[in-house]
């Protein structure tokens, strides 16, 4: 029933609001094929903008976009009915940034109109681009929060010269954002929350929908025959802030103790070669298997389901997606204390970040221990049913009302 009317409220709002469109800013890297059409080989892809159309006419996208011929067949397309992009000039890193700087400003500032709502999408670098000439004319804007830089610039999470300096300014920036805005929602129920404070309108929703067909049936059971267990990763190898380097050194840990593993590490970047050299040096060439970038769906679905415990021992986090569909898939998770994993695991299942030691230790006393991985499973199953899309779109819905509201606030003052 609130669901009917929620969606009757958005649909009358949608009739007769001046605030049409919805413009999303967010760091995610996309391509555009000589077609026009955009892909990402990952998340975000356009069933992702449909939450935002049951409350605006229109999303226009601004983000980085990279031509390319082709794309491989298992990408997803991003753009399609009332979902379009503002191309962002295509850039990696500081200096890159640096040099399309100018470039970057004007694309992003000329895509927002002065009757769309803005909801930025950060931390963020692209965001940082309109925020200040939003706030120079009292435009408000929303903000949906989704890492912490804080973590992100850990030691050993990131090698830059200037990553200490990345520690303080970016986090500064980030608490000036969501200070300055009428709304903001955070992926975490806390942990975001505590650092990155808005003082006004603010929820606790994350941005991981799990559909019912996703959630398996049946938590896992675990036999007490002794069998090669297979461990799963998922995370960007574009840096190392999902610490893969120290996964791999705590199963070669787990080996020489004699415990028979595998591991499986989905995910793709520059670091992805020294990681395999790495796995080469500790003898672990027939138990590490990088399978590269796999697109979200059947694929991942596929490997998620052929695993019996999931790690994730990351420097940083917001809710971490790749871990809440393992648990929909009743996997055992490992992670570390850090954003929104405590919001998902309990301390026995968690390490402090950066620790070789207590992770090695840690999947030493869960492979061998079949009875706790079948509660972890069974627990982690009822946590990831928490993060159904039934559940948290009624939530969604009432965000995005509140931030079309302020908009149109804003807009008849200045008629």
Same mark, same amino acid.
């Given at each position: 029933?609130?669901?009917?009317?929620?969606?009757?409220?958005?649909?009358?709002?949608?009739?007769?609001?001046?605030?049409?469109?919805?413009?999303?800013?967010?760091?995610?890297?996309?391509?555009?094929?000589?077609?026009?059409?955009?892909?990402? #080989?990952?998340?975000?892809? $356009?069933?992702?903008?449909?939450? !935002? &159309?049951?409350?605006?006419? @229109? /999303?226009?996208? *601004?983000?980085?976009?990279?031509?390319?011929?082709?794309?491989?067949?298992?990408?997803?397309?991003?753009?399609?009915?009332?979902?379009?992009? #503002?191309?962002?000039?295509? $850039?990696?890193?500081?200096?890159? !940034? &640096?040099?399309?700087?100018? @470039? /970057?400003?004007? *694309?992003?500032?000329?895509?927002?109109?002065?009757?769309?709502?803005?909801?930025?999408?950060?931390?963020?670098?692209?965001?940082?681009?309109?925020?200040?000439?939003?706030?120079?004319?009292?435009?408000?804007?929303?903000?949906?929060?989704?890492?912490?830089?804080?973590? *992100?610039?850990?030691?050993?999470?990131?090698?830059?010269?200037?990553?200490?300096?990345?520690?303080?300014?970016?986090?500064?920036?980030?608490?000036?954002?969501?200070?300055?805005?009428?709304?903001?929602?955070?992926?975490?129920?806390?942990?975001?929350?505590?650092?990155?404070?808005?003082?006004?309108?603010?929820?606790?929703?994350?941005?991981?929908?799990?559909?019912?067909?996703?959630?398996?049936?049946?938590?896992?059971?675990?036999?007490?025959?002794?069998?090669?267990?297979?461990?799963?990763?998922?995370?960007?190898?574009?840096?190392?802030?999902?610490?893969?380097?120290?996964?791999?050194?705590?199963?070669?840990?787990?080996?020489?103790?004699?415990?028979?593993?595998?591991?499986?590490?989905?995910?793709?970047?520059?670091?992805?070669?020294?990681?395999?050299?790495?796995?080469?040096?500790?003898?672990?060439?027939?138990?590490?298997?990088?399978?590269?970038?796999?697109?979200?769906?059947?694929?991942?679905?596929?490997?998620?389901?052929?695993?019996?415990?999931?790690?994730?021992?990351?420097?940083?986090?917001?809710?971490?997606?790749?871990?809440?569909?393992?648990?929909?898939?009743?996997?055992?998770?490992?992670?570390?204390?850090?954003?929104?994993?405590?919001?998902?695991?309990?301390?026995?299942?968690?390490?402090?970040?950066?620790?070789?030691?207590?992770?090695?230790?840690?999947?030493?006393?869960?492979?061998?221990?079949?009875?706790?991985?079948?509660?972890?499973?069974?627990?982690?199953?009822?946590?990831?049913?928490?993060?159904?899309?039934?559940?948290?779109?009624?939530?969604?819905?009432?965000?995005?009302?509140?931030?079309?509201?302020?908009?149109?606030?804003?807009?008849?003052?200045?008629?």
């Amino acid at each position: 029933m609130i669901s009917r009317q929620i969606s009757l409220t958005a649909s009358i709002i949608s009739q007769s609001s001046l605030c049409k469109t919805v413009v999303v800013i967010l760091e995610h890297r996309f391509a555009s094929t000589p077609d026009g059409a955009i892909w990402t #080989a990952t998340t975000n892809a $356009y069933y992702f903008w449909q939450r !935002y &159309l049951e409350v605006f006419d @229109q /999303v226009r996208v *601004v983000a980085r976009v990279q031509p390319v011929d082709s794309v491989p067949a298992n990408w997803q397309r991003v753009d399609g009915d009332r979902v379009s992009f #503002a191309a962002v000039p295509y $850039y990696i890193g500081p200096m890159q !940034y &640096l040099l399309r700087s100018r @470039q /970057v400003k004007r *694309v992003v500032q000329e895509a927002v109109e002065p009757t769309d709502a803005v909801i930025l999408r950060v931390g963020s670098q692209i965001a940082s681009c309109i925020e200040p000439k939003l706030r120079a004319v009292h435009h408000p804007y929303a903000v949906e929060v989704v890492a912490d830089p804080y973590d *992100v610039f850990a030691p050993g999470s990131v090698r830059h010269p200037l990553r200490s300096f990345f520690r303080w300014f970016f986090p500064q920036r980030l608490r000036h954002q969501c200070a300055g805005a009428c709304a903001a929602a955070y992926v975490t129920k806390q942990a975001l929350q505590a650092r990155y404070p808005c003082s006004h309108y603010s929820v606790g929703i994350s941005d991981v929908d799990i559909s019912e067909d996703f959630l398996v049936l049946t938590p896992r059971r675990f036999d007490q025959e002794a069998r090669t267990l297979n461990l799963i990763f998922v995370g960007t190898l574009a840096q190392l802030y999902k610490a893969p380097n120290i996964l791999i050194n705590a199963v070669a840990s787990c080996v020489q103790a004699g415990i028979d593993l595998k591991l499986t590490m989905v995910g793709d970047g520059k670091h992805r070669k020294e990681l395999e050299a790495q796995a080469l040096a500790l003898g672990l060439g027939d138990r590490v298997c990088f399978r590269g970038q796999l697109s979200a769906g059947k694929t991942v679905t596929a490997a998620l389901d052929q695993a019996d415990l999931f790690v994730l021992p990351s420097y940083q986090e917001g809710l971490p997606r790749a871990m809440v569909e393992a648990m929909a898939r009743a996997l055992p998770c490992i992670g570390s204390t850090v954003g929104g994993i405590p919001e998902l695991l309990p301390p026995e299942d968690m390490v402090l970040p950066g620790d070789v030691g207590a992770l090695a230790n840690k999947i030493r006393e869960v492979v061998t221990n079949p009875e706790r991985m079948a509660q972890m499973s069974a627990r982690n199953l009822e946590k990831a049913k928490e993060y159904r899309d039934e559940v948290l779109r009624e939530q969604r819905i009432e965000f995005y009302l509140y931030v079309r509201e302020k908009t149109e606030a804003w807009i008849n003052q200045r008629l």
